[in-house]
C-alpha cells in the first residue's frame, strides 16, 4: 500500500501562515474523501479538515476560518493552508486517505 506523504511543516511565529501538502497514491485518488488529523504535546488525536470527493471541506470550530484545506486531483494531492497559527496548533498533523495515514509533519508556533 502506498501510505500518503505529508510535508510542509516547521516553525513559524504566532499569527504566520504554513501550508502543508499530502501527495496520495494516484489509482482511486479522487474516489474518496481526504482527512487532516493533528496530535499535540499534551493532546490527543484531534480532527483538523476533511475535503470531501467534490472538494468541499468542513472544520472544527478550533480551526474554522483559520485552516482551508483543499484537493487538487490533477495531482493527487492535498494541501492545509494554516492561516492565524497559535501556539496551540503546534503539533504533528497527518493526512489521511483511504484509511491509510501518513508519516506526519511537525508544526512549531513559537516566538
Known amino acids: 500500500q502506498i501510505k500518503p506523504v505529508e510535508s510542509g511543516g516547521g516553525l513559524v511565529q504566532p499569527g504566520g501562515s504554513l501550508k502543508l501538502s499530502c501527495v496520495c497514491a494516484?489509482?482511486?485518488?479522487?474516489?474518496?474523501?481526504m482527512y487532516w488529523y493533528r496530535q499535540g504535546p499534551e493532546t490527543g488525536r484531534e480532527w483538523v479538515a476533511t475535503v470531501d470527493i467534490a472538494g468541499d471541506a468542513r472544520y472544527p470550530a478550533s480551526v474554522k476560518g483559520r485552516f482551508t484545506a483543499s484537493r487538487d486531483n490533477a495531482k493527487n494531492a492535498g494541501y492545509l493552508q494554516m492561516d492565524r497559527l497559535k501556539p496551540n496548533d503546534t503539533a504533528v498533523y497527518y493526512c489521511?486517505?483511504?484509511?491509510?495515514w501518513g508519516q506526519g509533519t511537525q508544526v512549531t508556533v513559537s516566538s
Open positions: 489521511v486517505h483511504r484509511d491509510r
Open positions: 494516484k489509482t482511486g485518488f479522487a474516489d474518496y474523501a
